[in-house]
């Protein structure tokens, strides 16, 4: 069946730090999403990749979607503790099914 | 606020019990999505329903089922629980089937079984 890895599983970063994760599917998908769970929180959306090559950013965030249209990778610039949480991606497939990755936990030491 | 809410917010339960968790979508919202998480783990796919038709299945237990009503609210039925059904237990909702928008996630069910 389809699966979407991510890596890593834990995350720690000083305060001011960059962080980057990383989703792999293991098939072509039609775009991504991802979001962000705060500790004790439910899954927030943050961003929707469609084309192949698409890079967003969100301040100080940037996502990018392969040319394959099979990875992703969600890159944090100076974090601070308020990007504490879980960061998953999710690929979608032509479907409309939502497969969720491992996710990353984010602790950022101040 | 995401619109989307889920009752009950907590549920302490013994094994071999059967509960029910409710799930209304947001309003308007067609689809809704059912996921498990267990401790300190991934969002694992339950089951899609998409205006009162299953769509999708994914690792839902014989034991798990579920349904969406007429009015697009939907429940999820957990029987014959074991200790390794304590979970967090999300709904999510969107739009549309044929057009992908953003999950709009509850606020979870948190189930334990003693």
């Known amino acids: 069946g389809q699966q979407v890895m991510q890596i890593p599983q834990y995350q720690h970063v000083q305060e001011g730090e960059d962080f980057t994760t990383y989703c792999n599917s293991s098939t072509t998908l039609s775009n991504i999403q991802w979001y962000k769970q705060r500790p004790g929180g439910h899954p927030v959306f943050l961003i929707q990749l469609v084309k192949s090559g698409e890079v967003k950013k969100q301040k100080r965030l940037t996502f990018q979607f392969g040319e394959a249209k099979k990875n992703s990778s969600l890159h944090i610039t100076a974090t601070q503790t308020t990007d504490v949480g879980t960061y998953f991606c999710a690929g979608v497939n032509t479907g409309n099914q939502f497969y969720f990755g491992t996710g990353t936990s984010l602790t950022v030491i101040p | 606020d995401s619109g989307v809410t889920q009752t009950p917010k907590h549920l302490i339960t013994a094994t071999g019990q059967r509960v029910t968790l409710r799930c209304s979508p947001r309003?308007?919202?067609?689809?809704v999505y059912w996921y498990q998480q267990s401790l300190d783990q991934g969002l694992q796919f339950l089951i899609h329903?998409?205006?009162?038709?299953?769509?999708a299945k994914g690792n839902i237990l014989e034991r798990f089922s579920a349904q969406q009503f007429p009015d697009l609210h939907s429940e999820l039925n957990l029987s014959s629980l074991e200790l390794g059904d304590s979970a967090l237990y999300f709904c999510?909702?969107?739009?549309?089937?044929?057009?992908?928008?953003?999950?709009?996630f509850g606020e979870g069910s948190r189930l334990t079984v003693l």
């Open positions: 309003s308007g919202d067609l689809s």
């Open positions: 329903y998409y205006n009162g038709e299953e769509r």
């Open positions: 999510a909702s969107s739009v549309l089937a044929g057009v992908t928008g953003e999950l709009f």
